[in-house]
């Protein structure tokens, strides 16, 4: 089933105080293997490649670069591959990423420092099993499109090990899992272009098709199913993905909230792009009474009433959610505005431009612009609502220069366009000067 190969000496760049193992298993990933092992060259004690059928360059890559390659033939199990991986580990810790996933060098400069205060602390060593953090997917253009929390970095010990042939995961409780808010696991695997050369779509759609056959009362999986027909974009799938999320929020599922979460996120976004905000109108009210803390679900709502033109209901769901979304770590209860928190500041200035409440409209157009500048729409709107409110030229530059910067000329450039389209000539020269 599986064979070592060529193994070399564990890579030693800094002899770290923490003994951390980099673990991964990949099958034709040349195009991302420099990058995943890349992250980790310098806190890592060893970083081992796990091979399970690469047709590529992957492995020749990998042993180039100094890691240790194994060799284990696939047998739809996720949890065995991996587990394998970590059996090969002679470290303290493992960090346990895909290919297709990577940490920025200041965060793993982080991650190092963290995991040696934990080892420096009693409490925290014998307590801390493993640590949680964001995992950001990001698309092609390198924008986030969702943040969820994971554990990824978790103690070497015999009983820390994979479990489910697919989706599969760590049983640590959590009272012994630590969370790590400033760092970000990046993840281009669910990029279009990523899912169309790999085919994960497909092959997940087998392996959960198997798996909710030998567990058919398991309505995590059927949800997880769901997902991965959504991947396949088309008509048969979709509908199928629809069914099975409706069957994840019905009455007689076992779901766990997280998953029912994700069936209402799906189904409201399905209504909201088919236009059909009646559906959305009755879907969203229902999945806010069962989770009511949750900003997706309650921005979703608040999106519809703004569509239906309800404009005080829009901005009371909205305001809760801003509320929770303050107020809470984001990933807690967000997947999608914890990621792109402009949108729901963008519905908010939507729901106060209809009730016709200036202030807040000011406010809210320029903290979604804060998060996301190159709104050239909502940067139109919160000039024109300056410039009609009586606030001077001098003023508006200053406003602006809060959230973008004057000295680029790519900024400046998004200013005089939005300032050219209300037709604040004056405004738009101004800052058509500072280009040059």
Known sequence: MSSKKNKKKPIKASQPSIRLSQCMI???????????????????????????????????????????????????DFAAAKNFAIEQASGDWIAFLDADEYLSPTDAK?????????????????RCMGISCAVVNIDDEGKPIGLIPQIRF????????????????????????????????????????????????VRNVELLRKAIAESPGDYNLLAYLGEALL?????????????????VIGEGSNAAPEFRKKAFSHLLEARLESGDFEGSLELGRRAVSVFPEDVDLAYYLGFTFNKLKLFREAFDVLLVSESSFVASSAVDVSVRISAEPWLLFTQLAAAAQGLGDVASLVKYAAMSLSFDKSQAGILAVYIATLVRSGVSDDEIVMLLGRIYNLRD????????NAASKYGAASLANRFAGMIN
Do not use: C, M
């Open 154 to 201: 978790f103690r070497a010990v015999p009983e820390l090990r994979y479990v489910g042939k697919i989706h599969e995961g760590l049983p640590i409780a959590a009272e012994n899992v630590e969370r790590l808010d400033d760092i970000s696991i990046i993840h281009t695997g669910y990029s279009e272009t990523a899912f169309r050369e790999t085919g994960k779509s």
């Open 110 to 126: 982080k991650l190092a420092a963290l995991l040696r205060k934990i080892n420096a602390d009693s409490v925290r060593r014998d």
């Open 231 to 247: 991947g396949l974009d088309d008509e048969g799938s979709l509908a199928e993905a629809e069914s099975l999320f409706f069957d």
């Open 26 to 76: 990949v099958k034709n990933e040349e195009k991302n293997i420099e990058k995943a092992l890349g992250w980790a060259k310098n806190i890592a004690f060893e970083q081992i490649v796990v091979d399970t059928g690469s047709t590529d360059r992957t492995v020749e890559i990998a042993e180039r670069l100094g890691a240790t390659v194994f060799h284990f033939e696939w047998i739809d």
């Open 409 to 416: 000329s790519q900024d400046l450039l998004l200013i005089v």
